[in-house]
């Protein structure tokens, strides 16, 4: 069988958080918190991305998940929003690692709750057809932002 959309999502999830971890570990360490927050981004990003483009939308557009979606897609400007202070902070500055820490909590609660709630109405309410055309457009955006190709 194909890819499964759920355990792809997870295991994206999995890498933004050790990478997380990483980061909180190399607090000191300048170089080492840059390289890691580069590698943050190349993960998180076309994630965020992609979930936005084509997972929330679907479930946006169902009665049963719409609430849930919409609660999503605040989470991730919220995310992005102190993504983009952290970009432009030093991060020898001891407001970095606060900031990030609070980037943290928020990544990482919206984690749980997509895996915990958002997973599991997605599965009520989405065909297995719409979940293969959302896994195939999900990895498509994903691949687009990576490699820098205008998203379609």
Same mark, same amino acid.
Request: charge should be negative; hydrophobic fraction near 40%; avoid cysteine.
């Given at each position: 069988?194909?890819?499964?959309?759920?355990?792809?999502?997870?295991?994206?999830?999995?890498?933004?958080?050790?990478?997380?971890?990483?980061?909180?570990?190399?607090?000191?360490?300048?170089?080492?918190?840059?390289?890691?927050?580069?590698?943050?981004?190349?993960?998180?990003?076309?994630?965020?991305?992609?979930?936005?483009?084509?997972?929330?939308?679907?479930?946006?557009?169902?009665?049963?998940?719409?609430?849930?979606?919409?609660?999503?897609?605040?989470?991730?400007?919220?995310?992005?929003?102190?993504?983009?202070?952290?970009?432009?902070?030093?991060?020898?500055?001891?407001?970095?690692?606060? %900031?990030?820490?609070?980037?943290?909590?928020?990544?990482?609660?919206?984690?749980?709750?997509?895996? %915990?709630?958002?997973?599991?109405?997605?599965?009520?309410?989405?065909?297995?057809?719409?979940?293969?055309?959302?896994?195939?457009?999900?990895?498509?955006? %994903?691949?687009?932002?990576?490699?820098?190709?205008?998203?379609?």
């Amino acid at each position: 069988m194909a890819k499964d959309l759920f355990s792809e999502l997870h295991t994206d999830h999995q890498k933004v958080k050790e990478i997380m971890s990483k980061i909180v570990k190399a607090s000191g360490d300048i170089s080492a918190k840059g390289t890691l927050f580069t590698a943050l981004e190349d993960e998180l990003i076309p994630h965020l991305e992609s979930e936005e483009a084509v997972f929330y939308p679907a479930l946006e557009s169902k009665e049963q998940s719409h609430k849930e979606a919409l609660e999503a897609l605040e989470e991730h400007l919220v995310a992005k929003k102190i993504h983009e202070e952290l970009k432009t902070l030093d991060k020898s500055d001891e407001h970095w690692d606060a %900031k990030f820490m609070v980037f943290k909590e928020v990544v990482e609660h919206h984690i749980q709750e997509e895996e %915990k709630k958002i997973f599991a109405v997605a599965r009520k309410v989405l065909s297995d057809d719409e979940v293969a055309d959302i896994q195939t457009l999900f990895d498509q955006q %994903k691949l687009e932002i990576k490699s820098g190709s205008p998203a379609a």
